[in-house]
């Protein structure tokens, strides 16, 4: 793999995303920010670089769910983290690992180190 590793990273609490920005550049991981499901899917949709994606399950636009299913479908085979404070029962769709909030952002880059190694390419 060439360059660094890109993260897109959907949460639109502005204090856990710089926490998480700050932590990932620790982890020699670039990072692409999306506050709202919108400017998610525009970086979906978009050709940049992604080898991870990061999502909430509360956005202020659309539901962390909608985002993680136009990721499978626009970008399959890029590891999902779907990152909840909820005790969630439901199955995971293939290719969604769930991480539960809070974390610490380190656990949460390591996790993400291990899943970007892990595939295809990595």
């Known amino acids: 793999m060439s360059g660094k590793p890109c993260v897109l990273l ?3 609490e502005f ?4 926490a998480l920005v700050d932590t990932l550049s620790d982890f020699d991981m670039d990072c692409t920010e999306a506050g709202t499901g919108a400017k998610a899917l525009a970086a979906l949709e978009g050709s940049g670089r992604i080898d991870v994606i990061v999502v909430d399950m509360v956005l202020p636009d659309m539901s962390g769910q909608k985002v993680i299913e136009a990721a499978l479908a626009r970008r399959p085979g890029t590891p999902v983290v779907r990152c909840s404070g909820a005790a969630g029962n439901e199955p995971l769709l293939p290719g969604v690992h769930a991480f539960p909030k809070p974390y610490v ?3 949460l880059a390591e996790f993400l180190k291990k899943l970007i190694d892990a595939a295809p390419g990595g």
């Open 10 to 12: 959907v949460e639109d």
């Open 15 to 18: 204090l856990i995303r710089m």
């Open 105 to 107: 952002a380190s656990k």
